[in-house]
């Protein structure tokens, strides 16, 4: 199956990827690790939620803790759209297509849609947010990481190729895929923004949010992180890295946060703002894919990713294969 060519006049517009709202069972640990190692500014704490932002953000959140007793989730990951006549837009088209889409009342948001997309992820699409000074230049507030700003997702789905359908009629464009051929595709990259992505889809079961990123000022950052991990106890936390990238070609370290959630920082990204780029593949049988220096991931890195709020996981029916540190070590031996 060929490549689908990019959609240059979708029928809304998607501008970028702009908060993510998770679950977490204890606010106070959850704001220890985020404020003190990812290095996020708090914009504000109520009794059971907690709103963060880079230091490079103006908008009031691109990460909401709301405290749960229940097990672990993500409520929604948000995108955000140019204009409420994009929103609007965007429900009947939602709505014309056989999505769950509705209205929602959302704290220090404007107008906002609710959305369950075709293969169970639950979005939330918003144009505006109340207006918070930056941090950038407030060196002396600075901590941990000192992340950025909010960069992407990536999604784990059994429906890989309609997900690639889906996103592309919405205007996002292909930057990279991962594959042995243009047939067996097994994960995609699509921006909207003019960097690589906002969105990656990688085949696995699903819906679930493997992990959400921030970008980082330098490689120093991802180091320092790290230490801070170490000294507050969250050590053992850090799941991947430091290292470097095969698709997209960043620096990156990988966390789980008290709760086990995934978030990624790294630097180092290049533009995609010219029609004529054309995808690049990656072969997943080059070593360079999953790592190009260092050792491959541990196999929960793969396998374990948080699922939707009241979502139904599916099994794909196409298995990853993927060289793990388990598989690697193994076949050293």
């Known amino acids: 199956m060929a490549l689908r060519p990019p959609v240059l006049n979708p029928p809304f517009n998607i501008t970028r990827a702009s908060h993510v709202v998770l679950t977490v069972a204890d606010l106070a640990a959850s ?21 963060l932002r880079g230091v490079e953000e103006a908008c009031h959140h691109s990460l909401v803790l709301r405290q749960s007793k229940d097990a672990p989730c993500c409520a929604r990951i948000g995108l955000r759209v140019r204009t409420e006549d994009d929103l609007r837009i965007a429900r009947d088209y939602f709505a014309g297509h056989g999505c769950a889409a509705e209205w929602a009342e959302v704290p220090y948001q404007g107008l906002t849609l609710h959305v369950t997309d075709p293969f169970g992820n639950r979005m939330e699409y918003c144009a505006h947010m109340p207006v918070e000074p930056r941090q950038i230049t407030r060196f002396h507030h600075h901590r941990g990481g000192s992340a950025l700003r909010i960069d992407h997702y990536q999604l784990l789905t059994p429906n890989l190729r309609g997900a690639l359908d889906f996103y592309m009629d919405l205007g996002f464009l292909l930057t990279e895929y991962v594959g042995p051929d243009d047939e067996q595709i097994r994960a995609v990259f699509l921006q909207r923004k003019g960097n690589p992505h906002d969105l990656v889809f990688f085949n696995g079961d699903g819906p679930r949010l493997h992990h959400f990123a921030y970008m980082v000022p330098e490689t120093q950052h991802l180091l320092r992180a790290c230490d801070i991990a170490g000294e507050l106890g969250f050590g053992r936390q850090v799941e991947r890295g430091p290292g470097r990238h095969g698709p997209g070609h960043a620096l990156f370290v990988y966390f789980r946060d008290p709760d086990g959630h995934r978030v990624e920082l790294f630097n180092t990204h290049y533009q995609v703002l010219d029609l004529e780029l054309e995808p690049v593949r990656w072969d997943p049988a080059d ?20 699922p939707f709020e009241d979502t139904p996981v599916r099994e794909t029916a196409v298995r990853p294969t993927p060289m793990t540190l388990e598989k690697y070590l193994a076949e050293e031996a």
Request: aromatic fraction near 20%; charged fraction near 20%; charge should be negative.
């Open 287 to 306: 070593p360079a894919v999953s790592f190009p220096w260092g050792y491959p991931a541990r196999g929960r890195w793969f396998e374990q990713a948080t």
């Open 31 to 51: 704001r220890l690790f985020y404020e003190e190692v990812l290095g996020l500014v708090v914009t504000l704490q109520t009794d059971d939620a907690l709103y």
